[in-house]
């Protein structure tokens, strides 16, 4: 199993934070956001290799960050540079899963996760639903907000958890439960991948994929335990650092009792 780290946006609502540091390298209690990410990712038996996809004006940070901090990864970690620059010429989430399909020749059950989304749980809970149905899986989790809904998607499902409407960020929804950026495709659905590109369809938000393919294939669903934060604003930003250094110093009182 491989995995894909999404890490080539340009995050300008951040500014001026993310304007020459990428928002995936920012600072969560003291450690950059990306180990954040692959600290929830590490209980997910079989993934063997982690590659970060990010674009040309960042790729040499996150170089940097391998050589001096990636060592001490709990998976091997490669780079992948998307070649672009700016928001004019971005590939988009899903033109970044494609472009990484192709370079790097990957063939294998794939997670995929967005390198701005933290969790206060791991994420093992994930690896092993996704051995059990071995079909497309989508993280979901509720936001408790109609409002901020609109910003994600509206997701419903039957009583199996199998998708059965999905809309990318709906005008109208009815359900505060969204499918987040935590995706399991087996090696099985890589050529729906490929097909959806080479149809020319929207590139950009991943959302769009799971909206195109679960009527295709069934596609389940998986709800995130304890917290998730979307980080899109300095405001969540300061939560999520706030919430993470009081999960670090429980972790640490309860190795010291």
């Known amino acids: 199993m491989k995995s894909i780290v999404l890490a080539a946006g340009y995050a300008t609502r951040l500014y001026p934070l993310t304007l020459n540091r990428p928002k995936p390298l920012l600072p969560v209690a003291g450690q950059p956001m990306l180990e954040h990410v692959l600290a929830a990712l590490a209980p997910v038996r079989d993934i063997t290799h982690v590659y970060i996809v990010t674009n040309a004006r960042f790729a040499d940070q996150f170089e940097q960050w391998a050589r001096t901090r990636g060592s001490h990864a709990p ?27 192709e370079t790097q020749g990957v063939d294998d059950d794939l997670v995929i996760i967005a390198g701005d989304n933290l969790f206060s749980e791991p994420l093992a809970g994930f690896g092993e639903y996704c051995r059990q149905r071995h079909a497309p899986v989508l993280g979901v989790y509720d936001v408790g907000d109609l409002e901020q809904i609109k910003k994600y998607n509206a997701i419903s499902t039957d009583a199996d958890g199998r998708i059965r409407f999905f809309e990318e960020k709906p005008a109208q929804p009815r359900s505060t439960l969204t499918g987040i950026a935590l995706y399991y495709y087996p090696r099985q659905t ?17 959302g769009r994929l799971v909206q195109w393919m679960y009527t295709r294939t069934p596609f389940y669903t998986w709800r995130v335990p304890g917290l998730w934060f979307d980080i899109g604003s300095k405001e969540t930003l300061e939560e999520a650092d706030r919430i993470f250094r009081e999960l670090a110093r429980g972790r640490a009182g309860g190795a010291g009792a």
Do not use: M, W
């Open 75 to 101: 998976f091997p970690c490669t780079v992948v540079n998307d070649g672009t620059t700016d928001d004019s010429n971005k590939r988009g989430a899903i033109g970044d899963i494609h472009f990484v399909l």
């Open 190 to 206: 890589l050529p729906l991948i490929r097909q959806y590109v080479a149809e020319g369809n929207n590139p950009d938000q991943p």
